[in-house]
């Protein structure tokens, strides 16, 4: 999925884990540029993993289904199973050739 395959827009997951943001709130949280963070938070309202709620001249952004947590929990977990094997392997080889 395209809206997972940035790491910005994971920050921009994990900044809007617990509470909606604006754009200019994650900009400054993450140190990034408001329009980089726009471009990445259309992504994610398109695919749609964020939602957008106008209040007055602010549109504050949140997760559309807090699930999409358990999804990344998930593939981490299993990205982390996968770099422990390869550091195995690779220790493995150096030893060999020693």
Known sequence: M???SHPLRLEII?????QSLSVNEISKRLGA???????????LRRQGVVEARPEGVTVYNSLA????LVLL??????????????QLALAKLARERL
């Open 65 to 68: 289904d807090q699930d999409v």
């Open 14 to 18: 994990d900044a809007l884990r617990h």
């Open 33 to 43: 540029s408001q329009p980089t963070v726009s471009k990445h938070l259309a992504l």
């Open 2 to 4: 395209a809206a997972f």
């Open 73 to 86: 929990r998930i593939v981490s977990t299993i990205l982390d199973k996968k770099l422990k094997r390869s």
